[in-house]
């Protein structure tokens, strides 16, 4: 499975969209750009749930071939307010974008882009529900990337005890 994860400009305004030429998160399944839901044009439309571009959601088999997307895990969580916000959709189960701003200390323009970096990374994923998109945690590529950091742990682990065995002369 591909997720979609991608930017939409939003031309209109209003209280689910942002202002102006916004972009908005966009949330889709599919191969290559993702058929997106509710791609969002026109007054109110926006932080919606669109067309984005593809990666991949984590195929994890054998040494490093899940590196790409454990690159992109870390580099999404290399942002306190995204773990942030992984945390609080993690108590929540399921939030809007609204009710995270609430939330947090940042602005609700700020959390649906930190909303799409998460998701072009597949740690979340968003459908519509009404005129808001409703995001939820994916847990499969923190499996993968925990999967990838427990080999790199065992091969330290392998690497130190052998240092250890030289060192005490065995």
Same mark, same amino acid.
């Given at each position: 499975m591909r997720r979609g994860g991608g930017v939409g400009a939003s031309p209109g305004g209003g209280p689910d969209?942002?202002?102006?030429?916004?972009?908005g998160s966009g949330v889709g399944e599919g191969s290559g750009g993702g058929s997106g839901v509710g791609q969002g044009s026109g007054p109110g439309a926006g932080s919606g749930v669109g067309q984005g571009s @593809?990666?991949?959601?984590?195929?994890?088999?054998?040494? =490093?071939?899940?590196?790409?997307?454990?690159?992109? +895990?870390?580099? %999404?969580?290399?942002?306190?307010?995204?773990?942030r916000i992984l945390d609080a959709l993690a108590a929540h189960?399921?939030?809007?974008?609204?009710?995270?701003?609430?939330e947090l200390p940042v602005s609700r323009q700020a959390i649906v882009k930190h909303l799409g970096v998460l998701d072009r990374?597949?740690?979340v994923a968003g459908?519509?529900?009404?005129?808001? @998109?409703?995001?939820?945690v994916i847990p499969e590529?923190? =499996?993968?990337t925990a999967r990838w950091m427990d080999? +790199?742990?065992? %091969?330290?682990?392998t690497r130190l005890s052998a240092i250890k065995r030289l060192a005490e002369g065995e």
């Open positions: 969209g942002g202002g102006g030429a916004g972009r @593809a990666s991949g959601v984590g195929q994890d088999s054998g040494a =490093g071939a899940g590196s790409d997307a454990v690159a992109e +895990v870390f580099s %999404a969580l290399a942002d306190p307010t995204r773990r189960g399921e939030a809007t974008a609204t009710v995270l701003a609430a990374a597949g740690l459908h519509r529900e009404g005129r808001e @998109a409703r995001y939820r590529r923190l =499996g993968v080999r +790199v742990a065992a %091969a330290w682990d």
